[in-house]
């Protein structure tokens, strides 16, 4: 009897598809430790705080009043109904007879399920999206998933890697539908001011492109508020705004994030995710609607852990200028360094040559840069405790200076 065929062949719609790095870093990381290794891992996009008490108590007040069935697909409507608010707010600073309603919402399950359903409903075979480079390493693979084709736009790194719209231009061609902007940027940190975001999005109009937003992290910025798109967009008619509750309000686990759009685009989202995940968890809207509402307690907690942020990246900057040597974006905001790797220009991929030393000998968890279209340099992440990120960038010099 001829034995059964166990051998997998992925379809063409994953065959080409990579496994997140930043998600692979994290497991490395985490078996070491199961193993016995003191691990610093500096290579997780996750706040290190627990959510607000005022949060955690509202979504147990949700269990204890029921809501533990299923929501409607987009999410309920005073969640909607208060991002629809918020952003209003903003964007009747600049145009006051623009109202965002509830019907342009839609919730998912986290921000990078918004990102999905953005890209898998506008782009497909034969279009082109935009990313400048480095971005995030999601972005490249979600509009793979949509069979479209990602188009790197490298920004410079005298220019905290950030593009400008001839950059963007010069890559524009017939089959081009889609630009994914992110301020304050994953991985650098950098954050584009208003005039530059102006810009970007005129140059996008010009050329009828659509364009997604990524601004999960737009509350973590230091000095000047980082600018969301609804602040400078001529026009919202070909724009979807991403956003959720990860990054700001320390909720990752919770999984909710957001698209604001057009009502037919928000329609078209919402079929799609009934059809994937459906409704987002009932009791983590509860959760998320009580970080949206909770007033002035709220964004106290907001302020102070971006204060910590701030510190921590004051205190790994000072400590890495103490090594002419190394080079490092300064970052405006989220919560990462963006430093070049040893051997850069010389060493193919240093990026990844460092980062796995830095994890086997040193054990210090960074993302390497190849994750990110920038295969000589790496990402840190000081969303950890300040001591730990000290000594972590202890050891980093230590490892750049016996290279």
């Given at each position: ?38 691990i ?52 009747q600073r ?9 019907a ?8 990078k ?9 506008l ?20 509009v ?48 584009y ?7 970007l ?37 070909r ?110 991929d ?54």
């Amino acid at each position: 009897m001829t034995p059964p065929d166990t051998s997998f062949t992925p379809s063409a719609n994953i065959a080409q598809l990579k496994e997140s790095a930043t998600i692979a870093v994290s497991q490395r990381a985490k078996a070491l430790r199961a193993a016995g290794r003191q691990i610093i891992d500096l290579g997780a996009g996750e706040p290190d705080f627990d959510t607000p008490r005022v949060i955690r108590q509202a979504a147990q007040q949700a269990i204890d009043n029921g809501a533990t069935r299923y929501t409607a697909t987009e999410g309920i409507l005073p969640l909607r109904t208060a991002i629809a608010a918020h952003a209003t707010a903003r964007r009747q600073r600049i145009i006051a007879a623009d109202t965002i309603t509830p019907a342009e919402v839609v919730v998912s399950t986290g921000s990078k399920q918004s990102l999905y359903n953005a890209c898998f409903s506008l782009f497909g075979p034969a279009d082109e999206v935009l990313i400048p480079t480095p971005s995030w390493t999601s972005y490249y693979e979600m509009v793979a998933l949509a069979r479209a084709t990602a188009v790197p736009v490298h920004g410079c790194p005298s220019r905290g890697f950030k593009v400008t719209p001839a950059e963007l231009a010069a890559h524009v061609s017939a089959r081009t539908r889609g630009l994914i902007l992110n301020s304050p940027v994953n991985p650098t940190g950098s954050v584009y001011s208003r005039e530059e975001f102006r810009d970007l999005l005129a140059c996008a109009r010009e050329h009828n492109l659509w364009v997604i937003s990524d601004e999960i992290y737009r509350r973590i910025s230091y000095g000047a508020e980082a600018v969301s798109s609804l602040d400078v967009a001529e026009s919202r008619d070909r724009l979807v705004v991403v956003d959720g509750v990860a990054k700001a309000y320390a909720m990752t686990g919770w999984r909710i994030g957001w698209t604001i759009s057009t009502a037919p685009l928000a329609k078209a989202m919402t079929a799609l995710q009934s059809h994937t995940t459906f409704s987002p968890a009932s009791v983590s809207q509860s959760a998320a609607l009580a970080a949206l509402t909770g007033g002035p307690a709220i964004d106290a907690t907001v302020t102070a852990m971006v204060a910590e942020f701030h510190t921590r990246r004051d205190a790994a900057m000072a400590l890495l200028a103490t090594e002419p040597k190394i080079r490092v974006n300064p970052p405006d905001g989220a919560f990462y360094l963006f430093i070049e790797a040893p051997g850069a220009g010389r060493i193919p991929d240093a990026g990844s040559v460092f980062a796995k030393r830095l994890l086997e000998e040193c054990d210090v968890a960074v993302v390497p840069g190849a994750a990110f279209f920038t295969p000589d340099w790496i990402r840190i992440s000081y969303a950890a405790e300040l001591t730990q990120v000290e000594l972590a960038v202890r050891r980093i010099i230590d490892a750049y200076r016996s290279a």
